[in-house]
């Protein structure tokens, strides 16, 4: 083996260990038995929403599990590929298993970005909310561009989504979404999406073809588990009904069942029309506004603890640039991640710049 293949793999070996102390095997298989016992009961699904996080931790720990022993059983088998292609002359061997190197530390470093999610919240499945900004119509459709790349996202992951509400805009785009994204650390994982997204392009509604920079923002929250203890009292809220609606107006149901809650106090406005009878969509409405709430206090913590460390943050400022033209580009404006690919960037393929997104946040707590 030549010594860039050995020096790669002795690297590759120590960050597969580290992986592994932070996650603790014996611990992660105690949980997936002690878990396979409760989703074995008879039971079990008595209480549904307890046995859907069962059976969800339980794949999700499984998950985890069976991924590690894949990479440790990739990165054993690679010094015989290496000996038996290099015994046997064979370039093309030899090839393969350069090739297997590099997958494998693509793999390797991606799950351990995974490790450096140790937040208060970020375990929790995720809320995220898009919203246009500056830039009218083209505003309005770059938002729905972010929502369809996130759905993608999650869709290429196989995490299951739900669309609580879709606001359209009246001529292209959406004014507002807010989905849910239901898997073990959603939230930790997009929380570097918020922010302020920048587009630039030619426009597709300007009949003289002109560039056209337009804005959207993209806001995560934790979703709410019942012992976040969020107060939220009734004389706070003002309840609106509506009829729900789709794209250029379009009533999408005959009664009045979309609904719109006001938190009085903060000025929060949340709505869902997803479900088709009021009461369903109440209840939705109301874990979105708990999530919102929960958010709202875990920033003012954070802004209280930067004061006290005489530190900024520019969460929630520009983040990053999707540029179509006069050049193709994406890129992030606190890592400096970019690539040349923006169709593949907008048809969900954004797994790097969270990674870098990451690391970046981890360092900027380091260093603070």
């Known amino acids: 083996m030549n010594p860039d293949a050995a020096a790669d793999l002795k690297e590759l070996t120590t960050t597969l260990e580290s992986i592994e102390a932070v996650t603790d095997l014996p611990a992660l298989r105690a949980e997936i038995d002690d878990l396979s016992g409760q989703a074995g009961q008879p039971d079990l699904w008595n209480d549904t929403e307890a046995a859907q996080k069962v059976t969800s931790r339980l794949a999700h720990a499984q998950?985890?599990?069976?991924?590690?022993e894949e990479l440790r059983r990739r990165l054993e088998d690679l010094p015989v590929l290496y000996e038996l292609a290099e015994d046997e002359g064979d370039e093309a061997a030899i090839a393969d298993a350069d090739a297997e190197r590099a997958k494998l530390r693509e793999d390797i470093f991606s799950l351990e970005v995974r490790t450096l999610l140790s937040g208060?919240?970020?375990?929790r499945e995720a809320l995220v909310t898009i919203r246009s900004e500056a830039g009218g119509v083209d505003a309005a459709d770059f938002a729905?561009?972010?929502m369809r790349m996130y759905l993608r996202w999650a869709e290429r992951h196989g995490y299951p989504v739900d669309v609580y509400?879709?606001?359209y805009a009246e001529e292209a785009g959406i004014k507002s979404a807010t989905f849910a994204v239901h898997t073990p650390f959603a939230y930790g994982t997009l929380s570097v999406e918020q922010g302020t997204h920048r587009l630039v392009r030619i426009s597709p509604f300007d009949n003289q073809a002109r560039?056209?920079?337009?804005f959207a923002g993209v806001e995560v929250a934790p979703v709410v588990e019942t012992s976040d203890h969020v107060d939220i009292d009734e004389k706070e809220l003002r309840v609106d009904v509506y009829r729900s609606s789709?794209?250029?107006g379009q009533g999408v149901n005959t009664t009045d069942s979309a609904v719109r809650l006001t938190h009085l106090p903060t000025g929060i406005v949340v709505s869902c029309q997803n479900e088709r009878s009021q009461i369903q969509n109440k209840a939705s409405a109301m874990v979105v506004l708990q999530a919102k709430l929960l958010e709202r206090r875990r920033q003012e913590e954070r802004a209280l603890m930067d004061s006290l460390k005489d530190t900024g943050s520019s969460w929630g400022n520009q983040m990053r640039s999707y540029v179509l033209h006069p050049y193709q580009m994406v890129k992030d404006l606190r890592t400096e991640h970019e690539v040349g690919n923006p169709s593949a960037v907008l048809d969900g393929d954004i797994d790097g710049f969270i990674e870098a997104g990451i690391r970046w946040r981890r360092n900027q707590a380091a260093e603070s």
């Open 144 to 146: 729905e561009m972010l």
């Open 120 to 123: 208060e919240y970020d375990q």
């Open 63 to 68: 998950g985890d599990l069976r991924r590690l």
């Open 246 to 248: 789709g794209p250029g």
């Open 165 to 167: 509400d879709t606001s």
């Open 211 to 214: 560039r056209q920079t337009s």
